[in-house]
């Protein structure tokens, strides 16, 4: 026998400012809890080290969250210079160190050009990427090193912030799948020299920005009703496809999987609306049918 739920149908998008020190699926399951919900998940991890915007989906919304996945992203992250790690980053242990050369702002903005547009990026050892059904940080700590394949991603902008002797904080724009502790890396290589993340915070993901995102202090300090209107829609993520709306009688058959006919010249996925109410996602067909992908259901 199933078990029964005891929280509460919730829907909708919660954008929360991780804090540094815990992870993504610890920092969902506090949230989760705060709001008494049945259901949620969040939209790609952050590493505990990391801060800055995690949407957590809640309830119908955990239908979008595979969408979201794919939304480009953007950091700001302090580079340190001539100190490697074996995680990437400050929490692991130091495995190399070098000097750091010389460096003046025509270098640094070389190095970075060098990087900006599509470039191939072997990933992380410390990553959830899996080999053999096993995700790389496990075998990581195992001891186990695994050979990688060269991915292509694609930095849309990445600018320098700061620079010291040994530091570069920098504004980084990317596409999905990009590791920042693995840009690191490479720049270090660029200039001469080895890095390592220092620190990290995610500034933006898709429409959103870190602007609209809460902290952990300020979601403890909310009462009931304050929760309830922190939460976005849940097509909120989903505005830059087409809508189509539909009547009372159509969406009856839309709800029943049916497909319709639709005076509407656009094709590809779009939104489906009735009064207002999101019904879904759909297909526009060349035949001018409109064919319902994924429903979702608010009430």
């Not at 920092?27 to 989760?32: C, D, G, H, S, W």
């Not at 995680?87 to 010389?102: H, R």
């Not at 991915?151 to 620079?163: N, S």
């Not at 993520?237 to 319709?260: K, N």
Request: glycine share 8%.
């Amino acid at each position: 026998m199933a078990k029964r739920k005891s929280g509460r149908n919730i829907h909708g998008i919660l954008l929360l400012d991780k804090r540094e020190g815990v992870s993504s699926n610890r920092a969902l399951q506090e949230v989760k809890r705060l709001f008494n919900a049945n259901k949620a998940g969040h939209t790609g991890s952050l590493d505990p080290l990391a801060t800055g915007l995690l949407p957590l989906c809640f309830g119908e919304a955990t239908k979008v969250s595979g969408l979201m996945l794919d939304d480009h992203k953007r950091y700001t992250t302090t580079v340190k210079l001539g100190v490697m790690t074996d995680t990437g980053d400050g929490e692991g242990q130091i495995i190399k160190q070098k000097l750091v050369p010389a460096l003046n702002d025509e270098k640094i903005n070389a190095c970075l050009d060098a990087f900006h547009g599509e470039i191939e990026q072997v990933p992380p050892m410390y990553s959830a990427l899996k080999h053999q059904g096993k995700k790389l940080y496990e075998l990581a700590r195992a001891g186990v090193h695994v050979e990688r394949k060269a991915r292509t991603i694609e930095i849309f902008e990445l600018k320098l912030l700061a620079a010291s002797e040994n530091e570069l904080e920098l504004d980084v724009y990317c596409s999905k799948g990009t590791y920042i502790r693995s840009l690191a890396e490479d720049i270090g290589a660029y200039l001469g020299t080895c890095a390592t993340v220092k620190t990290l915070r995610r500034t933006g993901a898709g429409r959103f920005s870190i602007d609209q995102a809460l902290s952990w202090e300020q979601l403890q300090a909310m009462s009931p009703t304050q929760l309830e209107s922190a939460l976005i829609d849940v097509d909120a993520p989903l505005q830059t496809m087409p809508a189509v709306h539909v009547s009372q009688d159509q969406a009856l058959c839309i709800r029943q999987g049916q497909q319709l006919h639709l005076n509407e010249s656009i094709q590809g996925m779009v939104r489906m609306y009735c009064e207002q109410v999101f019904l879904g996602l759909g297909e526009m067909l060349m035949d001018g049918k409109l064919a319902p992908k994924k429903l979702f259901h608010l009430t």
